[in-house]
T-cell receptor, first 117, second 113 residues
Framework: GDSVTQMEGPVTLSEEAFLTINCTYT??????LFWYVQYPGEGLQLLLK?????DKGSNKGFEATYRKETTSFHLEKGSVQVSDSAVYFC????????????????FGSGTQLTVLP | DVKVTQSSRYLVKRTGEKVFLECVQD?????MFWYRQDPGLGLRLIYF???????EKGDIPEGYSVSREKKERFSLILESASTNQTSMYLC????????????FGSGTRLTVV
């Protein structure tokens, strides 16, 4: 079945450091790929997405490129801020054969990021 | 601003109680989902619905049921709450083509004592 593997956390960085959170996936066909962010006490928010190979998703200084050859979708940011402290989830979306039009997200386990001033 | 609203942020219930978690979305989305989130286990899908009165089991449906009588509302029901159902519950909705992404509610933290 489909699966998403994220790098283990927690990750602690100083402000303005470079961030990479690794994400690899296993799926048949061509899933869509997502990064979600969860701030403390909140639900998940869509951060960025890519729907086909070589697409780059970007938002709020974060970027990720859909690499089909390496089945990866690593999240990067050039200079993190304290306000980026959150849990980051990589996810893929793939049709569920039994339900036709519905799609489900398969999530990675999440990576806790803490940015220190 | 589009929203998924979960009726309670925090709930405390007793073992054996019947518990209703409500979720309402204002985006006219066809799909709605219930997940639970636990430390070290990530997000796990309980049930989802792709149309009114339609539902499908997710990965961990045992001990739960759902109701979708109207398009905008998707309820999660714990028939007889148990302490191992203490968790954060997240509702989400989406258009039929999931590559637009999901919109999540803020979550309900349920404690069963």
């Amino acid at each position: 079945g489909d699966s998403v593997t994220q790098m283990e956390g927690p990750v602690t960085l100083s402000e303005e450091a470079f961030l990479t959170i690794n994400c690899t996936y296993t799926a048949t066909g061509y899933p869509s790929l997502f990064w979600y962010v969860q701030y403390p006490g909140e639900g998940l928010q869509l951060l960025l997405k890519a729907t086909k190979a070589d697409d780059k998703g970007s938002n709020k200084g974060f970027e990720a490129t859909y690499r089909k050859e390496t089945t990866s979708f690593h999240l990067e940011k050039g200079s993190v801020q304290v306000s980026d402290s959150a849990v980051y989830f990589c996810a893929l979306s793939h049709p569920k054969h039994s339900s036709g039009s519905a799609r489900q997200l398969t999530f990675g386990s999440g990576t806790q990021l803490t940015v220190l001033p | 601003d589009v929203k998924v609203t979960q009726s309670s942020r925090y709930l405390v219930k007793r073992t054996g109680e019947k518990v209703f978690l409500e979720c309402v979305q204002d985006m006219d989305h066809e799909n709605m989902f219930w997940y639970r989130q636990d430390p070290g286990l990530g997000l796990r899908l309980i049930y989802f619905s792709y149309d009114v009165k339609m539902k499908e089991k997710g990965d961990i449906p045992e001990g739960y049921s759902v109701s979708r009588e109207k398009k905008e509302r998707f309820s999660l029901i714990l028939e007889s709450a148990s302490t191992n159902q203490t968790s954060m519950y997240l509702c989400a909705s989406s258009l039929p083509r999931g590559n637009y992404g999901y919109t999540f509610g803020s979550g309900t933290r349920l404690t069963v004592v």
